[in-house]
DNA sequence: GCCACTGTTAGCAT
DNA sequence: CATGCTAACAGTGG
């Protein structure tokens, strides 16, 4: 579900409805969502939550002294309020109670992918999660983004995946970069020329940038943390769109599998161009 | 029922 | 090291 538009629009909103609360207890309900010691929930009782920070598609709640809450909603993670008492669906995962507060705040996540980790440290940054991210893509200062590009050898879309190269993008985003670059998702990135480049990084920019004023993309089960959908898949170009036409010259969008995962891209806008030999399969869909 | 597909990435192979 | 494939899980749709 959430990429880096998806997760910011949480923590924007847990910013806004959560910090200043103090929480009241947590309780854990599938043991497999928590990365380390159960114990550790008990530290959290009695902390307010001070800010809520967004690192990739990583969430962190800070609740002072040192005392993080590190979440990663992985394909269908997701927060949402309920009254006390609510019961529980079968893929709430977690509960958070709040002190003088009759909303509970709940994470859900149907595919039990994401985690939790709490870290007890001034610089959770410097964490085994955090630390092997890439640079944000929203802070990162454009004219050290060709040099991210330098001798890389893979396939342009798998790396946009690859959260070294920079943290947050996604398949959803990758396709949607990709497109507005006018390049091919199995271009070598060290072969893009200067011009190329500049597009890709423009359109790094732009997508993200778009995609969070729209709240993210609602694709299946993707809701904010008030039950609502995000907007940005109404403005989706080519991202599962296989066979309808390309909105900027109305090719029919293709569909091949990269690296194990669907790529949507227009076959006469994002032209093959210092390309590898494809190994994707050839999906009949 | 079976098969393909899903917004992620850790772990393993090459 | 860099790159590529797949399994982990649960649900949906053809």
Known sequence: MPELPEVETIAASLRRKAVGL????????????LR?????LEKYRGKKITGVLRRGKMLLIACGEGL??????????????????????????LRIAFKNLDRDLLFRDVRKFGFLRCLETAFPLAGAELRPLGPEPLE?????????????????????????????????Y????????????????SSLKVKETARLWAAVQNVLKKAIAAGGSSIRDYKDTDGMDGLFQNEHRVYGRKGRPCPRCG??????????????????????RGRRPSKGTSPSN
Not at 23 to 29: D, V, W
Request: charged share 25%; with cysteine.
């Open 22 to 33: 103090e929480i009241a207890g947590i309780e854990l309900y599938f043991p497999g969502l």
């Open 36 to 40: 380390g010691d159960a114990a550790q």
């Open 68 to 93: 993080h809450l590190l979440f990663h909603l992985k394909m269908t993670g997701g927060f949402h309020w309920a009254r006390k008492g609510t019961p529980r669906d079968a893929h709430t995962r």
């Open 140 to 172: 990162l200062d454009g004219r050290d983004f060709p040099s991210l590009l330098a001798g890389r050898k893979g396939r342009l879309k798998s790396l946009l995946l690859d959260q070294r190269f920079l943290a947050g993008i996604g398949n959803i």
């Open 174 to 189: 990758a396709d949607e970069i990709l497109f507005e670059a006018r390049l091919h998702p199995l271009t070598v990135p």
């Open 251 to 272: 090719a029919k969008v293709r569909r091949l599998v990269i690296g194990g995962r669907s790529s949507f891209f227009c076959p006469r806008c994002q032209r093959p």
